[in-house]
């Protein structure tokens, strides 16, 4: 199994900043996954990592609001940009442990935009 | 529609006795996975249990058991002989396809094991 570190652990932040938020894997992973846990909420994907191409976003995800760079199969990182109260969550990296595995996550960024 | 369905935003279970925790799907794939995952208070996702579309019997791990009925499209978790440490929500996710597709969670539930 894989074992994710992710920072910040947490972070306050004023509205219109931007943060990037960094993913450490220590393995090589094919895989990675950003995602989105709103406060009482479940976890929404924002875009798979890909490694040496662009992220893959999902429907209500743009880059320009959460560019992703994967520059190889061990990190990845994901910014929040031009922040609203509204990105305030918490925000999830994982990888994939293999072909069909599941998925590992790291601890976790848990933002708060004022 | 929904992908994962999870109807029970939350539930008690005395200290040493089972519970389910239910899960329903949609998917068209033959092939697909199931996984149920653990959040406890302090965040961290914690995988618990893998039930695969193609696998015969029910998977185990632990006091982890996946009650897997395919013609109902259902996935329920049975935690056995509960304990103080399995208060924590419960998310029921699904990956359709082979490999390495994106995985969905349903919206959870919230477990509280009383002593």
């Known amino acids: 199994s894989a074992v994710i570190s992710q920072k910040p652990s947490r972070d306050i932040c004023q509205r219109g900043t931007s943060l990037t938020i960094q993913c450490q894997v220590d393995?090589?992973?094919?895989?990675m996954f950003w995602y989105r846990q709103q406060p009482g909420q479940s976890l929404t994907l924002i875009a798979t990592?890909?490694?040496?191409?662009?992220?893959?976003?999902e429907s209500g995800f743009v880059i320009d609001k959460f560019p992703i760079s994967r520059p190889n199969l061990t990190f990845s990182t994901l910014t929040v940009s031009n922040m609203s109260p509204e990105d305030s969550s918490i925000y999830l990296c994982s990888a994939q442990s293999g072909y069909g595995g599941e998925l590992f996550f790291g601890e976790g960024s848990r933002l708060t935009v004022l | 529609a929904q992908k994962i369905t999870q109807t029970q935003p939350g539930m008690f279970v005395q200290e040493k006795e089972a519970v389910t925790l239910d899960c329903t799907y949609d998917t068209s794939d033959q092939s697909y996975g199931l996984f149920w995952y653990k959040q406890p208070s302090s965040g961290e996702m914690i995988f618990l249990i893998y039930q695969g579309s193609y696998d015969e019997q029910n998977a185990t791990e632990g006091r982890y058991s996946l009650n897997f009925q395919k013609a109902r499209k259902s996935a329920n978790l049975v935690i056995s002989a509960s304990q103080l440490g399995d208060s924590a929500m419960y998310f029921c996710?699904?990956?359709?396809?082979?490999?390495?597709?994106?995985?969905?969670f349903g919206i959870g539930t919230k477990l509280q094991v009383i002593p």
């Open positions: 990592a890909n490694q040496g191409s662009e992220a893959t976003y």
């Open positions: 996710a699904m990956r359709e396809g082979e490999g390495y597709q994106k995985v969905t």
């Open positions: 393995s090589q992973v094919t895989m």
